[in-house]
């Protein structure tokens, strides 16, 4: 079935989640997210990533609520941050996430980062907010194998994504097939490599026979690869021209010579390294 703005992927929890969405990493908190927010839901965007860490929750949420779409129709991630693991901290940062954004409940709740040793009280405390419907699905970000064995020593439940660095660019095939093996969904940040490879002679061919952007290959590369999708812009016109993702396709060999620019080309750190 043809992909759309609205397109979804079924977790391993059974609900599932759009594989397109906007990031909000490094808008600046107030108007910049505001009008951002506001732009991408008029535009059909039905997927909002944040994150604690971000510090524009509130204006994430004063979008959404200004928006006066109904709250079902909108699938929020948002993240704990580093300085808030733990069990009891954690609980009370996804308070703090829920007033800012103005919710009742998130939809998916993310451990920004695996902090040595607060991995599993920070897992049992998602397991205690997903029981009480607070998060309706629960999951990880940077994690590597070893950071998800530990998971997986203690979880009744199973994080249902693994958020990573993905772009054609940086292929993470082992964080990647381990995913894969555990049915855990990956999102991938940055999958616009922050522009860094916008003059890639490959890249910029595939967008020329496409008669698209380079950016537009990119993020349709990650959708065709089953991987949801988070470009971030605070340009009225990107995010638009992001959107515009749904009325073309690449072909299988357009695929292999994207595939075969996987240089590990890392923009943050390497969760194989985290301690
Ligand atoms: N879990 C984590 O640890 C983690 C880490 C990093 C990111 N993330 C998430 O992933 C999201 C996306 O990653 P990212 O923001 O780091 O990088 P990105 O989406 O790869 O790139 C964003 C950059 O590309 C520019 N841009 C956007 N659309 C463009 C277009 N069509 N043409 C040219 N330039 C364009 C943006 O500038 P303008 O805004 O000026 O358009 C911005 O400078 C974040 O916002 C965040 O939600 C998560």
């Known amino acids: ?3 759309t703005i609205e397109s979804r992927t079924k977790l391993n929890d059974g609900i599932s989640m759009p594989i397109f969405g906007i990031g909000v990493w490094r808008m600046e908190p107030g ?6 927010v506001s732009t991408a839901l008029e535009l059909g965007y039905i997927h909002i990533d944040a994150a604690s860490m971000y510090k524009n929750e509130e204006d994430v949420g004063d979008a959404v609520k200004q928006s006066g779409l109904h709250r079902e ?9 580093s300085q808030e693991v ?4 954690t609980l009370e940062a996804c308070e703090r996430s ?13 451990i920004h980062k695996p902090v040595k040793g607060f991995r599993q009280n920070t897992w049992k405390a998602l397991e205690k907010l997903k029981h009480e419907g607070i998060c309706r699905s629960i999951g ?19 994080p249902v994504v693994n958020q990573i660095e993905m772009n054609p660019f940086l292929a993470q095939k082992t964080i990647a097939d381990y995913c894969r093996e555990k049915n855990i969904h990956i999102t991938g940040f940055c999958p616009l490599a922050r522009t860094e490879k916008s003059t890639d002679p490959t890249l910029v061919d595939i967008a020329d026979e496409c008669g698209k952007s380079w950016a537009q290959v990119m993020i349709r590369w990650g959708l065709q690869k089953q991987i949801t999708t988070i470009p971030k812009s605070v340009n009225a016109q990107r995010i638009r021209e992001n959107s515009e993702v749904f009325n073309f396709e690449l072909n299988e060999d357009q695929m292999a010579r994207l595939d075969g620019l996987d240089q590990g080309f890392r923009l943050r750190p390497d969760p194989i390294e985290l301690p």
């Not at 829920?98 to 998916?108: A, G, M, V």
């Not at 064995?149 to 199973?158: A, G, N, T, V």
């Open 1 to 3: 079935m043809a992909l």
């Open 31 to 36: 108007r910049q997210t505001r009008e951002a």
């Open 73 to 81: 129709k909108i699938f929020i991630t948002t993240k704990v941050y």
């Open 86 to 89: 733990g069990y009891d901290s």
């Open 98 to 110: 829920l007033q800012k954004l103005k919710l009742s409940y998130i939809d998916l709740y993310l």
């Open 140 to 158: 990880v970000s940077n994690f590597s194998p070893r950071h998800l064995q530990e998971i997986f020593e203690i979880c009744e439940f199973s």
